[in-house]
């Protein structure tokens, strides 16, 4: 028997089809974007290229908002920034060859810092893959190989079906901690092949877990309740998990005093009486370090810097939790837990026994009274004045972006970055130019939130062109530059061979960009940079000085 509601719910083979059809002129590139919005994102940073037009036209066609800067290294630190304070993927689209080979040193400082940014890139034709060397513009023998032993993986698509697959297996890799970035390579051809695949709805790239194993967490909360001088070390790794509110609980529940790295500012309240700040280049510092009976170092491998040139040797026990498993362990012996710091800390929370310690404030104020003793006797009071004038000027939620300079290198140490996640630099990887485009992509990842980035003059000339964006995007940065007339931390190295710069009168240059540009001086400073941070859009103030760096410690 047929019953007549049987027949209007059975649509026709006709109309089936038509369902499933997609629409039509879609190509590869519209797998590419419609598999990014379906994973979530909004914004996408980068340069388009010839091979790689397929994909910027598909962004044209969506709601991604596309954010261009004119070098595509550049445009690498701007997702960098972007995936720091969001902690989200950050798409950032490369052409072929050169295109993508200058965005590599902007993916080496990412993945120093555990930044999530999902580098996708065209790559030649097909028929060009393998270094049969047919001829292609911007061919490479293996292009994938140049960007493997910096990003933390490799994804390549040869045909539209695979394009969302493998778009979010990249998005999953670069969330799963430990963050990093991740390569995705889709050929040219593929790209701009028109595809009958259904539109991408529905993707599904959730990062995994990495939770402590219980055996561990439980003997090193047993150290820790019954230590003597119990000291934390706080990197990275917290900020990046959002751990700052449970190493907190955790520092004043063992009554332990906590030192940030210079990645990990912000992680741990600057003027708390636990707080040891970030003194980590004192050899006061490291004295203190290595009479800890046990030493937790949460979210750091404890590299050269904050290991004060691998001149600190500790001599109690050590319990180092850390995402990323190649620098578990790698520097000192230690009770090794592989794991995201917010879990392992939270692990702790629950297992660790209150402790009670009344001297240790007293402790940690002795120790900073030493530092602060050690630097009044060498004649610093400008770079102490500077870095108080741009705390005051400052925002306490507002980011700021510090590159190789030298008041920067006095930042990772003596700034007090007020809250997590908002103080950044180029530690990780040490290279110039990253402070203003990164700041660039602050702005984008917070608007309306003044952004400030410190450069100086030599770092500046790597990022002039990006005046441009700033204007063109109208974005809320202040861009301060410190003009010493050439590489002036390579000076405080000993070093005099090439490090004088002929540079451009910067005020007039900005101006030129219809970017507002003034002088500042270090009496003025604090004004100017508060007018120049209130103020809606780009601007630049120039301080012309000379600056000395602390006299170094690991060589005592």
Excluded at 20 to 35: F, M, N, Q, W
Excluded at 126 to 139: D, Q
């Amino acid at each position: 028997m047929t019953h007549d509601h049987d027949l209007v719910l059975r649509p026709t083979e006709a109309q089936t089809a038509a369902a499933l059809a997609p629409p039509p002129g879609r190509t590869g590139g519209d797998l590419v974007v419609e598999t990014l919005r379906s994973l979530g994102a909004t914004t996408v940073f980068g340069l388009p290229g010839q091979h790689a037009l397929g994909i910027f036209d598909a962004v044209g066609r969506s709601d991604l908002r596309l954010v261009t800067l004119r070098v595509e290294n550049n445009a690498g630190f701007a997702a960098d920034a972007y995936g720091r304070l969001t902690g989200e993927a950050t798409p950032l689209l490369l052409s072929t060859g050169p295109g993508a080979l200058t965005a590599l040193p902007a993916l080496q400082e990412a993945a120093a810092a555990s930044a999530p940014v999902l580098a996708i890139s065209s790559q030649v034709p097909v028929v060009g893959l393998g270094g049969g060397r047919r001829g292609h513009l911007h061919e490479l023998r293996d292009q994938s190989a140049s960007f493997r032993d910096v990003v933390k993986s490799v994804h390549v698509a040869r045909t539209p079906s695979q394009i969302p697959s493998v778009v979010a297996e990249a998005w999953e890799s670069a969330l799963t901690v430990p963050h990093g970035p991740v390569w995705v390579e889709i050929p040219e051809d593929v790209i701009r092949a028109e595809t009958f695949i259904p539109q991408v709805t529905g993707m599904d790239a959730t990062p995994h877990e990495l939770a402590p194993r219980p055996e561990l967490t439980a003997v090193a909360a047993h150290w820790l309740s019954s230590a003597a001088r119990p000291v934390i070390i706080a990197g990275g790794g917290v900020i990046r998990s959002d751990a700052a509110g449970k190493l907190k609980q955790l520092a004043e529940r063992l009554s332990a005093p906590v030192v940030t790295t210079f990645g990990g500012k912000g992680a741990f309240p600057w003027t708390h009486p636990l707080s040891l700040q970030s003194w980590l280049e004192d050899r006061h510092m490291t004295g203190f370090l290595e009479d800890a009976d046990v030493l937790l170092v949460v979210g750091s491998g404890l590299g050269e810097l904050s290991s004060n040139y691998h001149t600190f040797f500790p001599t109690g026990r050590v319990v180092q939790i850390e995402a990323d498993l190649g620098k578990l362990e790698s520097n000192h012996s230690a009770l090794g837990i592989h794991a995201d710091a917010r879990l392992a800390l939270q692990a702790l929370l629950e297992t660790v026994s209150e402790r009670e310690d009344p001297q240790a404030p007293e402790r940690v104020r002795l120790l900073l009274a030493a530092i602060e003793d050690r630097l009044a006797s060498q004649n610093l009071a400008l770079e102490q004045q500077l870095l108080t004038s741009i705390r005051a000027a400052l925002p306490a939620r507002s980011p700021s972006f510090w590159d190789m300079t030298i008041l920067s290198y006095w930042a990772w140490s003596a700034f007090d970055a007020k809250h997590p996640n908002t103080m950044h630099s180029a530690q990780g990887a040490g290279g110039l130019g990253y402070a203003f485009p990164a700041a660039l992509g602050a702005c984008v990842a917070e608007p309306g939130t003044p952004v400030l980035a410190v450069s100086g003059d030599g770092g500046a000339m790597y990022s002039l062109a990006e005046l441009a964006t700033a204007r063109q995007h109208d974005l809320d940065v202040t861009w301060l530059i410190v003009d010493d007339g050439g590489y002036g931390i390579l000076r405080a190295y000993g070093t005099e061979t090439g490090t004088d710069l002929l540079c451009p009168d910067f005020v007039a240059l900005a101006q030129s960009f219809g970017v507002p540009a003034a002088t500042t001086t270090p009496a003025t400073l604090r004004e100017d940079l508060a007018k120049s941070l209130a103020q809606p859009g780009p601007s630049v103030l120039v301080l012309a000085a000379n600056l000395h760096m602390f006299a170094p410690t690991h060589g005592q």
